[in-house]
């Protein structure tokens, strides 16, 4: 069983959206804890944002980097772009309708979190994947909050353009 996270940034200036998925094969919410912890963040309080001001604040820098290493050593992505931000909630289905093909996650169930603002509504989203076959090895968690589940956190930074030049680093 994998676990899956699901965040976005939109690039209305460029007339774009982002939208990605952290997959974890277990729960992250104690690893990211503890590298919360470690760069001096209470997880249970504070809630790390890829847009933040970072430039002089050595904490933040030390929690972005070891957030992207958990990230590289850890977990699998998926990303899709769409026009705009009012298609981010259908795109997305449609990147995890591609992505549960895929050897890694064929054949299992899965706990699938979406972030806030995704979709006009829970009930809208459920009704979008209720006829999906695939869609039934998942158990879906609609408009989450990511001081609460930590793992969409994970997928705030890789949703952000920035991301992927700073990986290759």
């Avoid at 820098?61 to 699998?76: E, F, H, N, P, V």
């Avoid at 995704?118 to 869609?135: G, H, I, R």
């Amino acid at each position: 069983m994998a676990n899956l996270y699901l965040d976005d940034s939109k690039h209305h200036s460029f007339g774009f959206s982002l939208a990605a998925f952290v997959m974890c094969d277990a729960d992250p919410t104690e690893d990211i804890g503890l590298i919360f912890r470690r760069s001096g963040f209470d997880p249970n309080t504070f809630e790390f944002k890829s847009s933040a001001r970072m430039k002089d604040d050595i904490n933040l820098q030390k929690l972005r980097s070891a957030l992207k290493t958990y990230i590289g050593t850890r977990c699998k992505i998926a990303v899709c772009v769409v026009d705009g931000d009012k298609r981010l909630g259908p795109g997305a289905l449609k990147l995890l309708n591609s992505a549960l093909a895929h050897p890694y996650l064929a054949g299992h169930q899965h706990q699938v979190f979406f972030g806030e603002g995704l979709f006009p509504s829970t009930e809208a989203a459920e009704n979008l994947v209720q006829d999906t076959e695939k869609f039934k090895s998942c158990e879906f968690h609609f408009e989450q909050d990511s001081r609460r589940v930590l793992g969409i956190q994970l997928a705030d930074i890789v949703s952000v353009v920035g991301f992927w030049g700073q990986m290759a680093a």
